[in-house]
């Protein structure tokens, strides 16, 4: 089982509508998950981070987070084709290092 | 304030060659990272610095070394570069207290033919 699980997608959504992506978590101890977004060819930039349970929300994008179902998520509202991209979920697992680990991330295509 | 940069972009070596990724932070971070990057695979962390001085393996260090050359600097080494290296190698930093949030670099994309 990965550490970090994403849905690798294509996850097509029409312009203005609410997309969701989706990331389980197999280590019970995580503290830290965030999402990336990715361009192709570009590296990965930080669209938000989420350290408690319930939603947080930052613009059109919320992050959701349920430690007792392991589980995280990321919601486009009002989806532009600009939005168009990979998105990774990464997770900071127990304590000590402070590398994430990251899921192999979910393809977004908003089609105009 | 340019964040974390990396050298070369784009890099054609032939198997057995070497050469050294480097990487840069200007944001006085103390944790540095290398990861890799394949197509289905997401990030994988090569090898990671906690702090100047210090590094640590990460999940698949086979086939390189790195040098944590002062606080700013942080470089990849392939001693002997095999087409299993073919990659995206990605540079990420991190710092501040109560933060875990990466930052990362522009990437170098490798083949080895």
């Known amino acids: 089982q990965k550490e970090v699980e994403q849905n690798s997608g294509p996850l097509s959504v029409p312009e203005g509508a609410i997309a969701s992506l989706n990331c389980t978590y197999s280590d019970r101890v995580s503290q830290s998950f965030f999402w990336y977004r990715q361009y192709s060819g570009k590296s990965p930039e930080l669209i938000m981070s989420?350290?408690?349970?319930g939603d947080k929300e930052d613009g059109r994008f919320t992050a959701q987070l349920n430690k007792a179902s392991q589980y995280v998520s990321l919601l486009i509202r009002d989806s532009q084709p600009s939005d168009s991209a990979t998105y990774l979920c990464a997770v900071k697992t127990g304590t000590g290092r402070r590398a994430l680990t990251f899921g192999s991330g979910t393809r977004l295509q908003v089609q105009p | 304030n340019a964040g974390v940069t990396q050298t070369p972009k784009f890099q054609v070596l032939k198997t057995g060659q070497s050469m050294t990724l480097q990487c840069a932070q200007d944001?006085?971070?103390?944790?540095m990272y290398w990861y890799r990057q394949d197509p289905g695979m997401g990030l994988r962390l090569i090898y990671y610095s906690a702090s100047e001085g210090t590094t640590d393996k990460g999940e698949v260090p086979n086939g390189y070394n790195v040098s944590r050359l002062n606080k700013r600097e942080f470089s990849l080494r392939l001693e002997s570069a095999a087409p299993s290296q073919t990659s995206v190698y990605f540079c990420?930093?991190?710092?501040?207290?109560?933060?875990?949030?990466?930052?990362f670099g522009p990437g170098t994309r490798l083949t080895v033919l």
């Open positions: 989420i350290y408690s349970n």
């Open positions: 990420a930093s991190t710092g501040g207290q109560g933060t875990d949030t990466q930052y």
């Open positions: 944001m006085n971070h103390n944790s």
